[in-house]
């Protein structure tokens, strides 16, 4: 079974510093991997996703995830904060079939 | 292109109640999958319906049920609605099931 854990539920920046939001998976067969965007009352948001070939990918809003097998780790950065970067961000991972399974989130807090 | 769109935003029941919730995809999109997102239990998958027949349900009773129509729209019901139901309700679509997904700004749920 497929699954991801996000370290960290609350992540707090200055505006301007790196962010770094963790995530670690786990699955059997090669995974697809995704990281989503939530800004209060909506939806999600697709930020990237990995699907096969390089393994850094880059997103919109200039956040970008490296995609590393031996530490099957897929963690977001962006190189500086903007206050409107402050939402809460998911890390999921599907299989083949796209059976997707969340992490529990982090919220990221940015301060001025 | 218009986006998923999910009606009504808001509601409000009380217990035992029944709702129904309803969800456009975007045009084009055969895949609609419904999520209940809570604090405690973060975002679980409920089904999927893919040209009017479900391919995958997640571990939730009975009372959840969906269905989808010719034209891709999809509709969720939860029947005999319990405190825990409350949650906001998010469904996402897609082209194919091996596709990424697009999600709509979902339905909050409130039961009182």
């Known amino acids: 079974a497929q699954s991801v854990t996000q370290l960290g539920s609350h992540v707090s920046v200055s505006e301007g510093a790196l962010v770094l939001l963790r995530c670690n998976y786990s699955s059997s067969v090669p995974p697809y991997l995704f990281w989503y965007v939530q800004y209060p009352n909506q939806g999600l948001q697709l930020l990237l996703k990995?699907?096969?070939?390089?393994?850094l990918v880059k997103g919109i809003n200039g956040f970008e995830a490296e995609f590393k097998k031996s530490e099957t780790s897929f963690h977001l950065t962006k190189p500086s904060a903007h206050m409107s970067d402050a939402a809460e961000y998911f890390c999921a991972v599907s299989d083949k079939n796209n059976d997707m399974r969340f992490g529990a989130g982090t919220r990221l807090t940015v301060k001025p | 292109k218009a986006g998923v769109t999910q009606t009504p935003r808001y509601l409000i029941k009380t217990r035992g109640q029944q709702v129904t919730l309803s969800c456009s995809p975007i045009?084009?999109?055969?895949?609609v999958s419904w999520y209940q997102q809570t604090p405690g239990q973060g975002l679980q998958f409920l089904f999927e319906?893919?040209?009017?027949?479900?391919?995958n349900k997640g571990n939730f009773p009975g009372r959840f049920s969906g269905r989808q129509f010719s034209n891709s729209r999809s509709e969720m019901n939860v029947s005999t609605l319990e405190l825990g139901d409350s949650a906001l309700y998010l469904c996402?679509?897609?082209?194919?099931?091996?596709?990424?997904?697009?999600f709509g700004p979902g339905t909050r749920l409130t039961v009182l």
């Open positions: 319906y893919f040209s009017e027949t479900q391919r």
């Open positions: 045009s084009g999109h055969r895949s």
């Open positions: 996402a679509s897609r082209r194919h099931t091996t596709d990424t997904q697009y």
């Open positions: 990995y699907t096969t070939g390089a393994t």
